[in-house]
């Protein structure tokens, strides 16, 4: 299994150019309020750091904000979107609220499962490229169902939609491996 | 039929530019309000407009922006609310995607007459997609001189940002969301201090809704008079609706307050009816936190009156046969839906989303998901439906914010308008637990 941090081989510190975007983040807002920078130094760290917070990339992102590590830790702990455990390379995010089961959202999830042979949400594809989570209506209900993998969201699912994506991610991935 | 003022031109390819929203007419009102009007006309032309928030409370924004306080030598900021995590609801996400410089103008606009010289956007992080397109379209607003210093020559400066989340639902509570753009968990604040004496920073802010704001857009440029002949007398404008579930064509559509219920879900220029030719058996007009309504209160109220699509009409009869027009998420489920499983879902997701502050809120929404679970998976009995109402009624006006209630509300209009179902759950027990209204029976326990 080729582990995200592996793949990304990737840890602190941020690259130069990373670390212009930061200041201009914390220029954002008043003189001793760097904190509001937080949420979104997690994002870009999560990102650039194999996809999930490290106690070393806490560590970092604290000292980058000059604040104390306890308040990075609470912060990450406190919001769903940030993976507190290292993942898969993609992380199949499906919404399972109301309007979504409405239309067959847990046949989707079940469907996932079946295809990464998996028994649980939250588990990973023996192969380390999915894993599979669940979460709360993330405004598409009106495009059910859907899942959010990185920034995309991918809208009115079937489950032959679901085999495609899961091919197109699989071939992603091996292009990844590739470079590196 | 039916008058447009923020999605008139969605269509236009490349309405997303400044220059094609520019060439549409865009930023005429910033044009009008910063060189004929002072801050404080602004804010009057709004409240003249009657303008209620568009985020689920429904509070009159010009009253609001009224409040604001305003000491010497302390910033104030106007802080949008694009955190849009009620379930059912995804208009602003459709408005700042398809349409991103109509959140910026108004925002320009709003700032203005609030005397705001910083203002921020705070954006659920699943949105990071719609956060790129909004610091696009925003770079290109300080290029052409409608952000920055000394705007269009009248000397007012100002400077607006972007900021994401990182999932949680609580932080569209206005001061969860301010603790929250501060760097910090998302808990509520006590209140008062109100955010308009004591908002982002300590200083005072005014929070609004995406689509509050850019209603403020149409009512400067068209006048508070011109804005008030459209919608009904006590809902004045057009206001998002997001439609979802069993509908031939769910999506977000612009409607004039006032239009008919019946002619929303079934007309053609609408949702277009039911899918798969089934009949329409629940309806939740305005998000998950407002009441749910059973198919003969959908379309007429307990008087037989028609139902229309406004603050007014949605909450006629009061919680007993009504609900509330809320963030306007209209959710509607089909006649082989299960109320219990759907009450279950949405008590799952408010357990889920509670941030835990306070006791009545955390324990009850988790003691609340597993009695409903019981239920529907066969396993509850009769005294588990009063156990709910129980529970209830130990979190309603208990806590420090309205999640509880929120969770609350759903939950004793399910059983109010569908008690039968909960019984027959209780009654056939191999039956509730094989049998799905279609759905595949979940394999995976709590
Ligand atoms: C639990 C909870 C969640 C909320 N979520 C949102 C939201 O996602 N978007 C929003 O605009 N308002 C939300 N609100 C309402 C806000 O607290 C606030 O009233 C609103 O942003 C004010 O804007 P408006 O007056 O323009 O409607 C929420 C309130 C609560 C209690
Ligand atoms: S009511 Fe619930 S969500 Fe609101 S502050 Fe209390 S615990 Fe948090
Ligand atoms: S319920 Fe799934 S996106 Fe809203």
Redesign the pocket.
Known sequence: MVSTHELQGAKPPFSDERLKEVQAIISKFPEGRQKSALIRVLHMAEEDFGGWLSQETMDYVASLLDIQPVEVYEVATFYTMFNMEPTGQFVFEVCRTGPCMLVGSDQIIEHIKNRLGITKVGETSADGIFTLKTSECLGACGYAPMLQCGKVFHEHLTPEKVDQLIEDYRAKYAQLKNQN | MGRKLLLEHIDVPGIETFEVYRREGGYRSVEKALKTMSPQEVVEEVQKSALK???????P?GM?WSFLAKPEGIPRYLVC?A????PG?FK?RYLMEKIPHLLIEGMITSSYALGANTSHIYIRGEYMFVLDILEKAIAEAYEKGFLGKNILGSGYDLDLYVSPGGGA??C???TA?LESLEGKRGNPRMKPPFPAVKGLFGCPTV????E??AAVVPIINIGADEYLKIGTEKSSGTKLISASGNLVRPGVYEIELGLSVEEFIYGDEWCRGIANGKKIKACIPGGSSVPILPAHLITKTAAGETRYMSYESLSDGGFASGSMLG?GGFIVFDEDQCIVRNTWNFARFYAHESCGQCSPCREGTGWMEKVLYRLEHGQGNMRDIELLEQINKKIEGNTI???GD?AAWPVAAAIRHFREEFEWHVTNPQEAQTRNYGLLKVTETL
Do not use: H, M, Q
Not at chain 2, 53 to 59: E, Q, Y
Not at chain 2, 83 to 86: K, M, Y
């Open positions: 928030g568009r985020g689920g409370a429904g509070f924004t609001k609310n955190d849009e995590s009620e609801t602003d639902y609580i569209g509570e206005e969301l929070v609004n809704n995406v509050s704001i963030s914010c309205p999640l929120a």
